[in-house]
């Protein structure tokens, strides 16, 4: 990022939670959902929807977007619980304890 690119604050259109980004990304992030902007941690669960359920990226969006808004759940525990499931699939796969193994 060069020094003069804008940085403004945007937030994420499923969860709420609020990201600090240049206005380029932000576009590209809102052209590649349909016009809304989402962090990247619900870009994540809204590809991985869209592979499960062999959908469209509009519609793993709304599906996504539903669930949010129903479970309520708070940014940042969101963010915690992601963070475990990362841990935990870095953790069983093979490859990640051979590099464990040997970084020791």
Partial sequence: MSSNEVVTRVECGCCGMWEECTI???GW???QFGGTWV???CEEAIK???VRLGV???AALRLHATFM???NIDPTVQIVRSMIELLKKFMSSNSSKET???SL
């Fill in 29 to 31: 992030v809102k052209e």
């Fill in 69 to 71: 808004e129903a479970t």
């Fill in 100 to 102: 464990i193994i040997n």
């Fill in 24 to 26: 380029g990304y932000i």
């Fill in 48 to 50: 991985d929807k869209q």
């Fill in 39 to 41: 962090c990247g941690l």
């Fill in 56 to 58: 469209g990226i509009e």
